[in-house]
């Protein structure tokens, strides 16, 4: 069984499209695969979006504790990436684009996401309105 | 006791000749007999002692604090990561919580709170003081160790050894002269804090005025009583236009130091050349004007009572 969070804009749900910021998401959409299906969809808010450090790390702390094993991300943070890390929670890269929930997981079990190890964007990169900026 | 008289030398821009103005300043108050203590805080490049041909002493580690969790005594409860204001740990529910680091303030909060004291001080050594003497001047230097990022933890081990000196010790400092790193951050902000007079040292370039006006905005903030010395004030012929242009801008001035071959000579033998013992041409241009910019800090000081 592999539980992916994927950062969503709005409630999140599996056609709501992915959010390009992982620490100031508006929800996490949580997608359970058991044998190559969905099992279960839930999204819960971000309560770290807005706050001004360490949201990286928060945001981890709220996929850890509904135990996802893995993310699928676009932008990430060294602080996320290096807490994502200490849990084991594998990262996948999104290909970027505006890409739906639906469209992701169908991406990573058809295996053509890539796992990342490390951040793909400078620290603070996620704050204000921007969208982060990928090196 | 008396305490001593604080001057802290600045300037924003690097390479304005900040150290040099520092270590004469110190030789020039050691000629008129008092015991000068200098302070070097620019902790990622520490130099002064080789403007003084002085040898590194007593050297001493500087701490800073992580949190480490013993296992055995964690009982999970979340406690730590919930009041950690840098959220430097991450705590999964029955998890034991995993201490970030590179966010981590060094607060020690989480060792203060944790109900069943299974927080450790983990103290990681991340850069040394030293003390030194030369030309009957005192130093105290702080460094911090390369790669390391928490130079202010520096700065506040040297301003607190320097509180240590000026209460317990015998010697009395009469001046305490703390050199700053460039820029306006707060390391520069911690031993601008401690200082009775501030001199902002530039040179008339574009680059010398803005960071001259950033850190005079500083200094302003911390309501610290300044006056500018424009160094290698000869360059280019800029001296008059740059002095009128500070004038102007309601920018204090204390003096200006032109160019000089003496001053560079003496900045590679680590002589200062205001030391009384230096063979130094007594009418050179240098000379002369740090012997008319000490006069003025004597009088802006009071020193002369």
Partial sequence: ?135 | MIKPKIICVTGGKGGTGKTMVAVNLAAMFKNRGYKVLLVDGDVENPNSYLLLNAKLKNKAEVFYFLPKISEDKCDKCGLCAENCASHALLHINDCIPIPISTVCSGCKLCYKICPKNAIEAYLKVIGWTYTSSAFNIDLLIGELKPSEARSATIVKALMEKLEQITKTDKKEYDIVILDTAPGAHCDVEELINHADLVIPVTEPTKFGKLDLVRIIELINLLQKDYKTIVNRSSLLGYKDKFLLDLEESDIEILGDIPLDEDIVRSYCQGIPLMENKRKSDKNGAGYESFNEIFERILEWGDFLK
Avoid: W
């Fill in chain 1, 1 to 135: 069984m592999i539980k992916i969070a994927i950062p969503t804009c709005g409630n999140g749900g599996l056609n709501e499209v992915m959010n390009k910021r992982f620490g100031r998401c508006d929800t996490f959409t949580f997608v359970t695969i058991e044998n190559n299906q969905i099992s279960e969809v839930f999204s819960v808010g971000n309560h770290a979006k807005s706050e001004a450090g360490g949201v990286g790390i928060q945001a981890t702390q709220i996929v850890g504790n509904h135990k996802a094993n893995e993310v699928i991300v676009d932008f990430l943070g060294p602080n996320a990436a290096n807490s994502l890390k200490a849990l084991n929670i594998k990262i996948y890269q999104s290909p970027g684009g505006e890409l739906t929930v639906k469209e992701l997981i169908n991406l990573r079990l058809g295996e053509k996401l890539e796992l990342i190890s490390s951040a793909n964007v400078e620290a603070h990169q996620g704050m204000g309105r921007g969208q982060g900026y990928r090196r």
